[in-house]
């Protein structure tokens, strides 16, 4: 008989929600009119005390209302709001109308009087009718969303938990009523006081109740609706959650939310940044302007992970010419069009913008650039960096990292460059493949420059991996979870530096701001990271189970797929054991030995003639003299 009765609403209104626009607003008119009436009813009758349907008092009651009803609630707009979204912008719009419609009736019945309709009507009908239209709304909105939205899913129900019962938690537990995918089942905080209290509706539980509520309510899936708390305090609640089998998905910190407002789209997956606990600090805005306002400046890889930061970062900070040279065509057009769009929406930003085509190790291309253009700054961050790959052609790999940055150094002293800032890598310390031990020849390059009597003050900055740059290792484990695993993993034991793209640029722009000359300055990346625990921390804050021997029914497994040709265990920034503190907190300085001018230009000159890859590799051991080939493939090796 339910069911019955369930299928005949369902039919109905999937034929209302199919009429047209126009048709949906007649009756929605036309049960106002009706709503209206009754109210008429309802407001008399309860002013006299009788029951009356209807007298010459209830049609003059009636011809006022309905003359002034309809022409008030189209021109406020009653009409004009999707019914199925009802919710606060509706009920706004309701209040305006009923505001309006109350004055008039009230002046109407209570001030003027109407003969044979009792003055107190212009008060009493107001009233009724906003809580029997309300009400209508309210409805609607429950039979368009609840019972017809619902039926038609035919996916899985998620059961859901939001853990923040703050605005943020209420606006999204709001947004979330139109998806027929997720029923919510209340709310999670830290408060104790809240516990037990209900939240439109919705049962706040404290987080101490977290374990047993996921398990009698068999939650799927838990919400962090904490945009405004920090890095370590969102670590202690992840950790906290990621014992049970529950997928974890956040907001974005408050800035990241347009306007304030939020929304069920807003909801991401957490990051690594979410996982690592670290907070960002302020960048000091002295050491920020040294080398970037009212300059110009040249970036090279500009079209890169870190280059392309440099450029958002600089184009914010005051800088008057920003030429942005990379090797790459669409790397090249992507930030030019990203960075066109900053300027034109950014008002009293003059900034222009040079786009140039154009490789490190072309002499007379750097020539005209310098000659015409005449850049105060240079932040190097050309390089080739994937280590496989520059393992497999290190000779092209020699001939960019480090012929590319001898090249330029020396076209940017000629022009007389203020300051040379080269990006470096934790890959460089004690180098086990091609690509570290190119980039630590590149750094001793750009220390025997800044030996040199020169006006161009030569530094460089050293820092580890950073998220979401290419070929990271989090958006290709989200990617192997996704597809059911295996998720691949190098070694069980490798470790490494995580740091966002945002703060390396920024740190590598203040760096640059404390330069003298010659220093090789090392960011604070913090804490390594294991990458096993990495992989086992995605895994279950994708509410699925690792499979191993302990868990042979597990969901997703971890492979050991075993080091990649030169990868290494552990990464290292500082080659020695002193380094020095600076004014930034996150800014270390290292002073590092290395070859000679003469030895180098001798080394360098060879490389640039050589061709076969064994003799070059040869070389850079001469060039780099702690490189160790493949050190850590070793115990692999003989293992197999």
């Known amino acids: 008989m339910i069911e019955n009765i369930t299928t005949v609403i369902t039919s109905l209104l999937e034929k209302i929600a199919q009429l047209a626009r126009w048709q949906k607003k007649t009756i929605v008119l036309l049960l106002d009119i009706i709503l209206c009436i009754q109210s008429i009813w309802i407001a008399y009758s309860l002013r006299i005390g009788v029951w009356v349907l209807w007298d010459i008092a209830v049609q003059k009651i009636v011809l006022v209302c309905l003359l002034l009803m309809v022409p008030v609630f189209i021109l406020s707009g009653v009409y004009n709001a999707i019914f199925r979204y009802a919710g606060t912008g509706m009920m706004k719009t309701l209040v305006r109308a009923f505001a309006i419609y109350s004055v008039i009736i009230g002046s109407v019945f209570a001030v003027i009087g109407v003969d044979g309709v009792p003055r107190t009507i212009g008060l009493i009908q107001p009233v009724v009718f906003f809580i029997l239209v309300g009400f209508a709304r309210v409805t609607a909105r429950y039979l368009m969303i609840d019972i017809l939205g619902r039926n038609r899913f035919a996916g899985d129900v998620k059961n859901v938990l939001i853990y923040g019962a703050g605005s943020a938690g209420q606006q999204l537990a709001s947004s979330m009523r139109s998806e027929p995918a997720m029923r919510l089942c209340g709310y999670v905080d830290d408060d104790r006081r809240l516990d037990g209290q209900r939240l439109d509706g919705n049962k706040v539980f404290w987080s101490g109740h977290l374990p047993d509520l996921i398990e009698k309510r068999n939650i799927t899936d838990i919400l962090l609706a904490l945009p405004r708390i920090n890095r370590k305090k969102r670590r202690k609640i992840v950790d906290r959650i990621r014992e049970f089998k529950v997928h974890v998905q956040t907001l974005p910190n408050i800035q990241e939310i ?251 722009i203040q760096a640059a701001g404390m330069a003298k000359g010659g220093e090789v300055f090392v960011l604070d990346m913090g804490k390594s990271v294991k990458i096993l625990d990495l992989a086992e921390t995605m895994v279950r804050l994708s509410g699925l189970t690792v499979r191993d021997d302990a868990n042979p029914d597990g969901d997703i497994e971890i492979l050991e797929v075993g080091l990649r040709a030169g990868e290494k265990l552990y990464e290292e920034l500082i080659i020695g054991n002193d380094p020095q503190s600076t004014l930034h907190e996150r800014i270390m300085k290292a002073h590092e030995s290395y070859i000679g001018s003469e030895a180098l230009n001798e080394l360098i000159a060879s490389l640039m003639n050589c061709r076969d890859p064994d003799a070059a590799v040869s070389m850079l051991k001469s060039l780099v003299p702690e490189f160790e080939h493949g050190r850590d493939n070793e115990p692999m090796e003989k293992a197999s």
């Open 258 to 508: 347009i306007a304030g407002k939020i929304a069920f789209s807003d909801i991401r997956e957490l990051e690594i940044e979410d996982l690592l606990g670290r907070e960002p600090v302020l960048p000091n805005e002295l050491l920020f302007g040294r080398t970037i306002v009212g300059k110009t400046v040249l970036v090279t890889g500009a079209g890169g992970s870190i280059g392309g930061e440099l450029c958002r970062q600089i184009a914010k900070s005051g800088a008057r010419r920003l030429i942005l040279l990379d090797l790459s065509e669409f790397s090249l057009y992507v930030i030019e069009k990203e960075l066109q769009n900053f300027v034109a929406n950014r008002e009293g930003l003059r900034l222009e913008l040079i786009p140039i085509l154009g490789s490190v190790v072309d002499a007379g291309r750097l020539d005209e650039i310098f000659s015409r253009w005449k850049p105060d700054t240079v932040f190097h961050a050309a390089a080739y960096k994937h280590v496989p790959l520059v393992e497999a052609n290190p000779i092209e790999g020699i001939r960019n990292n480090i012929l590319g940055t001898q090249t330029l150094a020396a076209a940017a002293e000629a022009a007389q460059v203020k300051d040379f800032i080269l990006i470096s890598t934790d890959k460089a310390v004690r180098p086990t493949n091609v690509m570290g031990a190119t980039k630590r020849a590149a750094e001793q390059v750009i220390q025997n420059f800044a030996d040199t009597a020169s006006a161009t003050r030569f530094s460089m900055v050293r820092f580890g991996n950073v998220l979401g740059s290419s070929g990271s290792v989090v958006p290709l484990f989200r990617k192997q979870i996704e597809q059911g695993g295996p998720i691949t993993l190098t070694d069980r034991k490798v470790t490494r530096y995580f740091m966002t793209i945002p703060e390396a640029a920024q740190l590598v």
